[in-house]
Antibody, heavy 120, light 109 residues
Framework: QVQLVESGGGVVQPGRSLTLSCAASGFTFSTYGMHWVRQAPGKGLEWVALIWYDGGNKHYADSVKGRFTISRDNSKNTLYLQMHSLGAEDTAVYYCARAQGRPSHYFDRWGQGTLVTVSS | SSELTQDPAVSVALGQTVSITCQGDSLRSYYASWYQQRPGDAPVLVMY???NRPSGIPGRFSGSRSGNTASLTITGAQAEDEADYYCNSRDSSGNHNYVFGTGTKVTVL
């Protein structure tokens, strides 16, 4: 069965960096675009980033552009999110989600999420 | 960038019908997808495209679009439908970004 498992969350000091991972299984990872979505405590969902199936194109929300980098290793069936210059506003549960559909994606599978807390 | 606006909260009596709306310019170009999120859980896709339900989603869920408004309707609401619902679509400003709606809390009375 399709499974997405995020890891790498934790408590990090403001200004520091953190890398999240999303391990995929149960489907041909290399043929799907993937997204990161986050949710601050008590708030709504916020789209963060998209990477195409081959890693050839990447897109970012304005709120993270220049600070976050999405990447993937199709040989390891793993999606990544490198986060730099973290601030309190980045505190959230981070979900990876599989993309389906054209020309507009929908997210048909989600991981359970990993919590990132930015605090001194 | 685009914005998608939803009513913050709606309530529905058990067994009755409720519609959740999502408004935004991007919906003139792209269909919305809809996600149900119960407390402490990850979001779950409940509707996509013109009116498509993923496997396992009950038939009481349906979707529609008119102009810049997308709607998710629950016909015969059940207690387990009490949750937050979010719409999403691609941004229509020419990039390949995405935007979520502000979310609607559905309470089943």
């Amino acid at each position: 069965q399709v499974q997405l498992v995020e890891s790498g969350g934790g408590v990090v000091q403001p200004g520091r960096s953190l890398t999240l991972s999303c391990a995929a299984s149960g489907f041909t990872f290399s043929t799907y675009g993937m997204h990161w979505v986050r949710q601050a405590p008590g708030k709504g969902l916020e789209w963060v980033a998209l990477i195409w199936y081959d890693g050839g194109n990447k897109h970012y929300a304005d709120s993270v552009k220049g600070r976050f980098t999405i990447s993937r290793d199709n040989s390891k069936n793993t999606l990544y999110l490198q986060m730099h210059s973290l601030g309190a506003e980045d505190t959230a549960v981070y979900y990876c989600a599989r993309a389906q559909g054209r020309p507009s994606h929908y997210f048909d599978r989600w991981g359970q999420g990993t919590l990132v807390t930015v605090s001194s | 960038s685009s914005e998608l606006t939803q009513d913050p909260a709606v309530s529905v009596a058990l067994g009755q019908t409720v519609s959740i709306t999502c408004q935004g310019d991007s919906l003139r170009s792209y269909y919305a997808s809809w996600y149900q999120q119960r407390p402490g859980d990850a979001p779950v896709l409940v509707m996509y495209g013109e009116n498509n339900r993923p496997s396992g989603i009950p038939g009481r869920f349906s979707g529609s679009r008119s102009g810049n408004t997308a709607s998710l309707t629950i016909t015969g609401a059940q207690a387990e439908d009490e949750a937050d619902y979010y719409c999403n679509s691609r941004d229509s400003s020419g990039n390949h970004n995405y935007v979520f709606g502000t979310g609607t809390k559905v309470t089943v009375l």
